[in-house]
């Protein structure tokens, strides 16, 4: 079965459960969103270890609030991009500049906004399957240069 992208949403920041989920309910949870995509799924270990370096807050009484889930829906994407600590230096950088829910709800519409666009507004026309992943894969490697590029600037 061939996946397509436009299917790809994530749940509104309001959407997200604050009633206090359990690890195992939090990956249920997660991956019913992203669990089907390549590299995206997330495992209750890997929770742990993103509590352990700090990434996330520890849960309280083993329970993960909204603002937790959140924060694990946005690393188990942008893990397959960046590395774990360029993840806790956009985390740190959000932190300052608005609120959890803020920096979340951007970050979803700018997703489905980017999926809708199919995020190739200057694609070149062409019915080749094989061009346009060409045309995908050079994109991903631009934007992957350019993130390479400002974390490797301290600022």
Same mark, same amino acid.
């Not at 989920?21 to 997660?30: G, M």
């Not at 188990?76 to 959000?94: F, G, N, P, W």
């Given at each position: 079965?061939?996946?397509?992208?436009?299917?790809?949403?994530?749940?509104?920041?309001?959407?997200?459960?604050?009633?206090?989920?359990?690890?195992?309910?939090?990956?249920?949870?997660?991956?019913?969103?992203?669990?089907?995509?390549?590299?995206?799924?997330?495992?209750?270990?890997?929770?742990?270890? *993103?509590?352990?370096?700090?990434?996330?807050?520890?849960?309280?009484?083993?329970? *993960?609030?909204?603002?937790?889930?959140?924060?694990?829906?946005?690393?188990?994407?942008?893990?397959?991009?960046?590395?774990?600590?360029?993840?806790?230096?956009?985390?740190?950088?959000?932190?300052?500049?608005?609120?959890?829910?803020?920096?979340?709800?951007?970050?979803?519409?700018?997703?489905?906004?980017?999926?809708?666009?199919?995020?190739?507004?200057?694609?070149?026309?062409?019915?080749?399957?094989?061009?346009?992943?060409?045309?995908?894969?050079?994109?991903?490697?631009?934007?992957?240069?350019?993130?390479?590029?400002?974390?490797?600037?301290?600022?």
């Amino acid at each position: 079965m061939k996946m397509q992208i436009e299917h790809f949403s994530l749940p509104a920041y309001q959407e997200i459960p604050d009633v206090g989920l359990y690890l195992d309910q939090v990956t249920k949870y997660i991956n019913g969103y992203i669990g089907q995509w390549p590299g995206m799924s997330l495992t209750p270990s890997m929770i742990t270890n *993103y509590v352990k370096l700090k990434i996330v807050e520890k849960p309280v009484r083993k329970t *993960y609030t909204r603002a937790q889930i959140a924060r694990f829906l946005f690393i188990a994407i942008a893990k397959s991009v960046l590395s774990m600590e360029q993840i806790r230096k956009v985390l740190t950088m959000l932190e300052t500049c608005g609120t959890q829910e803020e920096g979340y709800t951007a970050f979803a519409k700018d997703m489905q906004i980017l999926i809708q666009e199919n995020g190739l507004q200057k694609k070149p026309k062409t019915d080749q399957e094989e061009m346009t992943l060409l045309w995908n894969v050079t994109i991903a490697i631009v934007h992957k240069l350019m993130l390479d590029l400002y974390f490797s600037q301290e600022k």
